[in-house]
C-alpha cells in the first residue's frame, strides 16, 4: 500500500527557508482547508516551554492549533511541541495517544 499526502510547511521564528507559508500569515480559513495540523517540536521549543517563556511565534501557533481544534481537524505534536495544544487550551477532555519508540 503506497500513502501520499500534500504537505504545506508553516514557518515561524528565525527559518531562512525551508518553509510554504509564514506562521503570521496563518488564518482559520487556511487551516480549514487541511485535513490535520502537526507541530513539531525540538529543543528550542522545549526550553521556551519549560521555562515559561511565551512569544509571539508561540502565541500564533497556540491560535493555530485553537483554529483547528474549532475546525474539528486533527492535531499532532511531536517531542515538546504538545505545549502548543496545551497551551491553546484544547487537550482537557481530548483523546491523547502516545507512541512509544521501538
Same mark, same amino acid.
Given at each position: 500500500?503506497?500513502?501520499? *499526502?500534500?504537505?504545506?510547511?508553516?514557518? @515561524?521564528?528565525?527559518?531562512?527557508? =525551508?518553509?510554504?507559508?509564514?506562521?503570521?500569515?496563518?488564518?482559520?480559513? +487556511? %487551516?480549514? =482547508? &487541511?485535513? @490535520?495540523?502537526?507541530?513539531?517540536?525540538?529543543?528550542?521549543?522545549?526550553?521556551?516551554?519549560?521555562?515559561?517563556?511565551?512569544?509571539?511565534?508561540?502565541?500564533?501557533?497556540?491560535?493555530? *492549533?485553537?483554529? $483547528?481544534?474549532?475546525?474539528?481537524?486533527?492535531?499532532? *505534536?511531536?517531542?515538546?511541541?504538545?505545549?502548543?495544544? $496545551?497551551?491553546?487550551? %484544547?487537550?482537557?477532555?481530548?483523546?491523547? +495517544? &502516545? %507512541?512509544?519508540?521501538?
Amino acid at each position: 500500500m503506497k500513502l501520499s *499526502a500534500e504537505v504545506t510547511v508553516i514557518g @515561524a521564528g528565525d527559518l531562512p527557508s =525551508g518553509y510554504d507559508i509564514r506562521i503570521e500569515d496563518v488564518k482559520p480559513s +487556511y %487551516i480549514r =482547508g &487541511h485535513d @490535520a495540523v502537526i507541530f513539531t517540536g525540538g529543543s528550542g521549543l522545549y526550553r521556551r516551554a519549560k521555562s515559561g517563556r511565551v512569544d509571539r511565534d508561540l502565541e500564533m501557533a497556540a491560535d493555530t *492549533a485553537e483554529s $483547528a481544534s474549532r475546525s474539528d481537524r486533527i492535531i499532532g *505534536a511531536i517531542c515538546a511541541a504538545p505545549a502548543i495544544p $496545551a497551551m491553546a487550551g %484544547i487537550m482537557r477532555g481530548s483523546e491523547c +495517544y &502516545h %507512541i512509544p519508540r521501538p
